[in-house]
T-cell receptor
Framework: EAGVAQSPRYKIIEKRQSVAFWCNPI?????LYWYQQILGQGPKLLIQ????????DSQLPKDRFSAERLKGVDSTLKIQPAKLEDSAVYLC????????????FGPGTRLTVT | EDKVVQSPLSLVVHEGDTVTLNCSYE??????LLWYKQEKKAPTFLFML????IEKKSGRLSSILDKKELSSILNITATQTGDSAIYLC???????????FGKGTKLSVKP
């Protein structure tokens, strides 16, 4: 089966610019996650969707980050405006359901903010 | 605060060596513990351990969950250069039942 797809793979922007990342989960997976992984750290959950509804966005910096999953399939994560500390790898993951703990990760997007 | 701690943070071994990676956790509402291997960017799933499945084995890799000690180990026997990666431990728990990751152990296997 096809894995989790993400684009772009790399992005370099200047601070205060905006950027958007796209994720297409594994077909049939109802739950979708966005993680931020800073160099030397483990992934940190930003937001979790169940179909097109937000389950948990408690760690999402809502003043600059936003995410949507309008049709319950693919998702977009946006940062506006970007800060230097947003430089990280942004990982998307999906699972069959909320009670399915095994998550499958995409290749990630490496964001560099200069 | 929920936390997952891995040790060591980095490890260098030679091919053929056996390694043991450690993961300890303090997490409310523990449900399961997962191990992932991260080579480039995407973590790939290795094992999931729960109260009903505290030991898993796949080829040269094996893992044990000790719920009493709130810890887990990942063993890799007869290491190969292809085992070089970051190994992430994650625990499902907390108020939302999300994955809480440790910082990972960077394993380097020298020929």
């Amino acid at each position: 089966e096809a894995g989790v797809a993400q684009s772009p793979r790399y992005k370099i922007i200047e601070k205060r610019q905006s950027v958007a990342f796209w994720c297409n989960p594994i077909s049939g997976h109802a739950t979708l996650y966005w993680y931020q992984q800073i160099l030397g750290q483990g992934p940190k959950l930003l937001i979790q969707f169940q179909n097109n509804g937000v389950v948990d966005d408690s760690q999402l910096p809502k003043d600059r980050f936003s995410a949507e999953r309008l049709k319950g399939v693919d998702s977009t994560l946006k940062i506006q405006p970007a800060k230097l500390e947003d430089s990280a790898v942004y990982l998307c993951a999906s699972s069959w359901s909320l009670s399915s703990y095994e998550q499958y990760f995409g290749p990630g997007t490496r964001l560099t903010v200069t | 605060e929920d936390k997952v701690v891995q040790s060591p943070l980095s490890l260098v071994v030679h091919e053929g060596d056996t390694v043991t990676l450690n993961c300890s956790y303090e997490v409310t509402n523990f449900r399961s513990l997962l191990w992932y291997k991260q080579e480039k960017k995407a973590p790939t799933f290795l094992f999931m351990l729960t109260s009903s499945g505290i030991e898993k084995k796949s080829g040269r890799l094996s893992s044990i969950l000790d719920k009493k000690e709130l810890s887990s180990i990942l063993n890799i026997t007869a290491t190969q250069t292809g085992d070089s990666a970051i190994y992430l431990c994650a625990v499902v728990g907390g108020s939302q039942g999300n994955l809480i990751f440790g910082k990972g152990t960077k394993l380097s296997v020298k020929p």
